[in-house]
C-alpha cells in the first residue's frame, strides 16, 4: 500500500494535467488576485473541478460521490500547491465535506459540492493560534434551538461560503474536549456579520462575529456537546490534505529554482555549477521528499482506519510545513534580486506557504501534539 | 485465503516453533549481532542453531535463488517474513557484508560458476568478507585508488594499502578494488575476490574516538590472487564498485530508523527547551521511516531513481547524528561517563555515519548531478 495504485496514478495525471492547463498562476491566482476578486478564486474554475469528478473525492457513492479518500484528497492537493491554485477544494471538498459526513447536512449540501455551485467553509479558530478545544463561542439552548454568540476568525473562504460548519461550545468550558456541537449557519443568518479579509496570500479568510445569532435545533451537526469527534476527523483530513498541498508547494518552489540555477550565468558560469548552491539544492530535494512521504503516509493510514494514522497527521502537517518553508526561503534566495519582486512566481510560493503553515496548526502546534502522543 | 496468507501462516507457525526465546531479545550490542565465518564462535547454542534452521530453509538470504543457497521468495513473500519476523522481534540469523554487499554484486555481475561458489557459503555464513575499497589517498575520490593488481599470466599480483576495511582483522575473505591500468582514472580499475589467508595480506586494526576498532589498515606485500578471482571484466570493475556501493548505502540508510521509537519517549526531556527539539527530531525521524518504507517499495518496483540511495544514506545518517547528539543532552552529565554506559561511545562512532561509504557532501554531490541534473557537477 506504499505505492500509489493505478486508479491512483491516473487520477494524478489528470489532476496534473487540469491544474497545470487550467489552473495555473497566470491564469487563477494572478488574474483573480489583479482584479481584486472578492472571492480570491474563479467559480468557473470550481465548476471544472465538478466536471472532472474531482469536487466529490472524500463524498461516498451512496451520495452520488466518488467514495474515495485522504489519498486521492492528497494527490489533488499536492497538485494544486505545485500550482498555487487557488479553490475552494480543501476548505469544502474535504473539511467540510468530512465534518458533515453521514449526517443530513450531507443530505443537505453533497449534491452542492458535487455540482460545484456550493462553498462551505470551517469556522473554528477564535484566536490567533490553532487551539480547537478552546473554542469560547456559545451555543446557548433556548427554546427549540440554540442562540450563538462570539467571534471567529481566519476561516478560510467564509465571505464566500454559503453555509459555514461553526464549531461552538455547548457544555464545559474553554479548554476542554467535551461540550463542543457543530453547527451548520447558513450565509445571511440574522446575527452574523462576516468581515471577508484578504490575506498575504490574496486569498480569503473571514472574521465572524455571532451577535444573538437564533438557530433550530435541526442545524446541530451530529450530536449536542459531541462535536470533537468530528471536529478533529474533519481537521485531521485538512491537515492531511494542507500537508499534501504544502509538499506542492514546495515541490513548485523547488523545480522553479533548480530551472532558475540552469539558466543564471555569472562570472561566466551557470550558477548552480556552484558547489555552495549544489548542496543546499540536494539538501532541498532530500527533505521534499521526506516530507512527501509522510504527507501519503498520513492520508494512507487515514484512509486505512489506522490507529497511527493521527500520529502521522501531525508528523505530516510538521514536516511538510518546515520543509516548504524551506524551500521557499531557498527558492527567494537563489533567485537574488528577481526573487524580491512582484513579477516574479516565486515570491507567490512564499505567500502560499505562510499560510498553508498556520491553518489547522502551525509546526509548534503539530511538534507539541507529537510529543504529547508520544508520552514526553 | 490467498498464496500470500497462508504463506504468512505458515511462517507464523514455522518461526513460532523454530526461532528461540533467546533470539526474541532485541539486540542491546554489537556482541549479540551474528557474523558467520571460517572462525566465528557462536556467543550461544541459540544463536547457532536460529542461524543453521534459517539457513536450512535459504531464509538468511530470503530473496536470493535457491540455486544459490537462496529462499527464492517473491519480494511480497520477503516482506511477508519480514514482518513475521518482527512481530516477535527475532534478531536477523545472520549479518554480513556478503549478504548486503558483495551477494548483490556477484548475482549481478558474477559467472555462473563464481555464484554457485560463493553464495551458498555467504547464506550459509560460512565466510565472512570484507570490503577492500578506500586508501590512504582515494577516501572521497575513490577512483583516485593506488593498489595495483599486475598481470602474472596465471595470477595477478597485488600490492598497496587499503585503510577503513571494516572488520578486516575477523575476515576470511576481501573483496577489493584494485588498479589494473593506469590509462584512465575510472576506466582501469579491476574488482578481485582473495583469501585474507593469502601471504602477503596483514591488517591492523584503528583505535577510533569511541574507543572501538572496527576499522582496520590493510596491506598487500606481493599477494598472489587466481587469475579467475575477478568478478566483471578487467578494468570494468568500477561498475561493479559503483553498484555495490548503492546497496551499501542503502544499508547505512536503514541506521536512522533502526534505532527505533520516538527518541522523547526513551529519554523523557524535563526540561522545555530540549523537549522542544527532540520533538522536532521526532518529527523528522517519523517522516523519515515513513520515506524509508517509501524508498524500499519504489526500488523493489523500479520506481527508484538510480541516484536515490545517495538521498536515503545522507539523510538516514545525517538524522542518526542527531538523534545521538540529543540523546547525550537529555544524558547530561552521566552520559559522559565512559564505561558505565554506551552512550558516549554511540554518540561518537556515529559520527563516521555520515563518512563511511561516501561522506554526506559525497551523497549532495551525487544528488546534484544526477538527480537534479544541475551542471558540472
Not at chain 1, 449536542?224 to 506542492?248: F, K
Not at chain 2, 519480514?82 to 554484486?105: D, N, V
Not at chain 2, 544499508?251 to 527518541?263: A, N, R, T, V
Amino acid at each position: 500500500m506504499t505505492l500509489l495504485s493505478d486508479d491512483q496514478k491516473m487520477l494524478q495525471e489528470t489532476a496534473a494535467s487540469f491544474l497545470a492547463e487550467e489552473g495555473s498562476i497566470a491564469k487563477q491566482l494572478r488574474h483573480w488576485r489583479d482584479i481584486g476578486c472578492k472571492d480570491g478564486f474563479g467559480h468557473g474554475l470550481w465548476k471544472q473541478f465538478a466536471e472532472l469528478g474531482l469536487t466529490g473525492i472524500c463524498i461516498p457513492e451512496s451520495h452520488g460521490g466518488l467514495g474515495l479518500g485522504a489519498t486521492e484528497a492528497a494527490l489533488v492537493l499536492e497538485e494544486i500547491g505545485r500550482n498555487l491554485t487557488p479553490s475552494p477544494f480543501l476548505a469544502t471538498a474535504v473539511v467540510a465535506a468530512r465534518a458533515i459526513e453521514g449526517t443530513a447536512h450531507a443530505d443537505r449540501w453533497y449534491a452542492g459540492i458535487l455540482s460545484g455551485d456550493a462553498v462551505l467553509a470551517l469556522a473554528v479558530d477564535e484566536g490567533s493560534r490553532h487551539a480547537p478545544e478552546q473554542t469560547a463561542l456559545e451555543a446557548k439552548r433556548q427554546g427549540n434551538g440554540f442562540v450563538l454568540n462570539g467571534g471567529k476568525q481566519f476561516v478560510v473562504q467564509g465571505g464566500s461560503a454559503d453555509m459555514i460548519v461553526t464549531v461552538a461550545r455547548t457544555g464545559g468550558s474553554p479548554g476542554e474536549t467535551e461540550g463542543l456541537t457543530l453547527f451548520a449557519v447558513p450565509k445571511d443568518t440574522a446575527g452574523l456579520n462576516v468581515d471577508n479579509l484578504s490575506l498575504v496570500d490574496s486569498s480569503k479568510a473571514a472574521r465572524l462575529t455571532f451577535e444573538n445569532v437564533q438557530l433550530n435545533a435541526d442545524a446541530v451537526i451530529g450530536e449536542v456537546d459531541d462535536g470533537w469527534q468530528p471536529l478533529t476527523r474533519a481537521l485531521n483530513a485538512g491537515r492531511a490534505g494542507a500537508a499534501a498541498e504544502l509538499v506542492g508547494v514546495a515541490s513548485g518552489a523547488s523545480t522553479m529554482t533548480i530551472d532558475y540555477l540552469k539558466q543564471r550565468r555569472q562570472f561566466g558560469k551557470l550558477i548552480g555549477e556552484f558547489q555552495a548552491l549544489q548542496h543546499r539544492a540536494g539538501h532541498l530535494y532530500s527533505e521534499i521528499e521526506i516530507a512527501r512521504a509522510a504527507a501519503f503516509k498520513a492520508a494512507q493510514l487515514l484512509d486505512a482506519g489506522d490507529e497511527r494514522a493521527e500520529l502521522y497527521v501531525y508528523v505530516a502537517k510538521a514536516k511538510a510545513a518546515e520543509v516548504a518553508s524551506l524551500a521557499v526561503r531557498e527558492g527567494v534566495q537563489m533567485h537574488g534580486g528577481i526573487g524580491m519582486t512582484d513579477e516574479h512566481d516565486i515570491g507567490l510560493f512564499m505567500k502560499r506557504e505562510a499560510v498553508l503553515g498556520e491553518l489547522f496548526g502551525d509546526v509548534y502546534y503539530h511538534r507539541e501534539r507529537v510529543a504529547a502522543l508520544s508520552g514526553y | 485465503m490467498t498464496d500470500l496468507d497462508s504463506f504468512r501462516s505458515e511462517t507464523r507457525n514455522w518461526i513460532e516453533i523454530n526461532c528461540p526465546p533467546e533470539m526474541r531479545k532485541p539486540i542491546r550490542s554489537e556482541a549479540d549481532i551474528c557474523w558467520g565465518g571460517r572462525s566465528w564462535t557462536f556467543q550461544s547454542d541459540a544463536q547457532r542453531q536460529w542461524l543453521e534452521v534459517m539457513a536450512e530453509r535459504g531464509w538468511t538470504v530470503p530473496d536470493w535463488p535457491k540455486d544459490y543457497g537462496g529462499g527464492g521468495l517473491s519480494p511480497a513473500e520477503a516482506r511477508v517474513l519480514k514482518e513475521e519476523m518482527q512481530r516477535i522481534g527475532a534478531r536477523a540469523p545472520l549479518t554480513s557484508f556478503g549478504i548486503s554487499m558483495l551477494g548483490p554484486a556477484l548475482l549481478k555481475f558474477g559467472t555462473e560458476e563464481q555464484k554457485r561458489h560463493y553464495l551458498p557459503e555467504i547464506a550459509r555464513g560460512e565466510i565472512r568478507w570484507c570490503q577492500g575499497y578506500s586508501e590512504p589517498g582515494a577516501g572521497s575520490d575513490l577512483a583516485g585508488l593506488q593498489t595495483k593488481a599486475e598481470d602474472k599470466g596465471d595470477h595477478w599480483l597485488v600490492n598497496g594499502q587499503k585503510v577503513w576495511t571494516s572488520y578486516a582483522d575477523k575476515a576470511d575473505w576481501i573483496f577489493c578494488l584494485v588498479r589494473t591500468s593506469t590509462e584512465s582514472k575510472q576506466g582501469g580499475i579491476s574488482f578481485l575476490l582473495f583469501d585474507m589467508e593469502t601471504p602477503g595480506v596483514s591488517t591492523r586494526p584503528i583505535l577510533l574516538i569511541s574507543g572501538s576498532s572496527p576499522f582496520c589498515e590493510t596491506f598487500f606485500d606481493d599477494v598472489k590472487v587466481p587469475k579467475e578471482q575477478i568478478v566483471g571484466e578487467v578494468n570494468k570493475g568500477w561498475d561493479v564498485a559503483k553498484y555495490l556501493l548503492g546497496h551499501e548505502r542503502e544499508m547505512i540508510s536503514g541506521m536512522g530508523l533502526g534505532m527505533g521509537g520516538s527518541l522523547g519517549a526513551a529519554v523523557k526531556p524535563s526540561d522545555p527547551m530540549l523537549r522542544a527539539e527532540i520533538a522536532a527530531f521526532d518529527v523528522d525521524a517519523l517522516a523519515f521511516a515513513a520515506m524509508s518504507e517509501r524508498f524500499a517499495a519504489m526500488w523493489k518496483s523500479g520506481e527508484a531513481h538510480p541516484a536515490s540511495p545517495s538521498m536515503m544514506k545522507y539523510a538516514g545518517t545525517e538524522l542518526n547524528k542527531r538523534r545521538n547528539e540529543l540523546a547525550m543532552a537529555a544524558g547530561g552529565t552521566e552520559a559522559l561517563e565512559w564505561e558505565a554506559t554506551p552512550a558516549a561511545r554511540t554518540w561518537l562512532r556515529s559520527k563516521g555515519n555520515s563518512i563511511e561509504g561516501g561522506t554526506s557532501e559525497i551523497q549532495l554531490n551525487i544528488v546534484a548531478k544526477h538527480i537534479l541534473g544541475l551542471p558540472g557537477a
